[in-house]
Every structure is written in C-alpha cells, then in structure tokens.
C-alpha cells in the first residue's frame, strides 16, 4: 500500500515505476476504480474503468505493439500540481514494429488519498496509428 499522499509524488512514482517496469507500485498507483480516458479513434481509445481493466487491458495490451527486446524509455519531462490534479508531461520511446516510436505526451490525473483516481492522456495520436497500429 502506498503511503505516499502528495499527489505530484504519487505521479512521479508512477512514471518512474513504467520506467522501471515495477508491475506492483503501476498497480497499487491507482484506485479501484480509476478511469484512463485516452481520446481518439484508435483501437485503444475510449474510456478504461477500473484499475484492472487500465492495468491489465489497457497498459498491458499495449506489450504485443511494442519491441519486447528495446527498453521502454520513459523520461517524465514535467509535472505540475494544483491540489489533487497533476499535469505530466512525458516522452515515450521505444522501436514498435521496426519503426522508432517517439511520442510526445501529457496527461492529467487526478489523485485523492495517494491514489490515481482518473487520468485524461493526450498524445499524437497520428503517429501512434503510424508506429503501433499500422497493421492492425
């Protein structure tokens, strides 16, 4: 369980645990019932509800589009709070299906009681289609 309540702290944590590839501090980042809304008309865009369902359907599923054998490469650019909301900003990098995948990324998430409660990603979703969709 975290203890970490700050809510910048807890973002920190959480990109710095993708990074890392820490499964359990990804998991334990959210709430029960956290949302991930990733707009868009991607295979992944809509509205994820729950912590399973970010974790494992969402997050996870992105795996079989990405190089397993290149490391993830995430560098939180920055993040700024305001209460209980978080605005990150990140650079994701890593070579998808032959290609170089370099998105650019922000999102804003919402942490109450040290936990991400909703996140509202923003990305190029062009390059996305282009890199990790292309053959879908």
């Known amino acids: 369980m975290s203890t970490i309540l700050d809510p910048k702290a807890v973002v920190v944590r959480y990109a710095e645990a993708v990074r890392d590839r820490d499964a359990q501090v990804v998991i334990d980042s959210f709430a029960e ?19 399973e369902a970010i974790v ?16 993830v490469v ?3 650019i ?3 709070a305001d209460g209980e909301q978080v605005l990150a900003e990140w650079i994701s990098a890593t070579a998808a299906n ?5 998105n ?3 999102g804003v998430f919402t942490v109450r009681d040290g936990k991400i409660t909703s996140v509202t990603e923003y990305a190029d979703t062009h390059h996305v289609a282009a890199t990790l969709f292309a053959q879908d």
């Not at 019932?33 to 912590?51: K, Q, V």
């Not at 589009?65 to 490391?71: G, R, W």
């Not at 032959?98 to 370099?102: C, I, K, L, Q, T």
């Open 33 to 51: 019932d956290a949302t991930w809304l990733y707009p868009g008309s991607l295979p992944i865009s809509r509205l994820w509800e729950g912590r």
């Open 56 to 71: 494992n359907d969402f997050l996870g599923s992105m795996g079989r589009h990405l190089d397993p054998t290149a490391p």
């Open 74 to 76: 995430i560098e939180l």
């Open 78 to 80: 920055n993040a700024f």
């Open 98 to 102: 032959g290609a170089v995948y370099d």
């Open 104 to 106: 650019k990324c922000a």
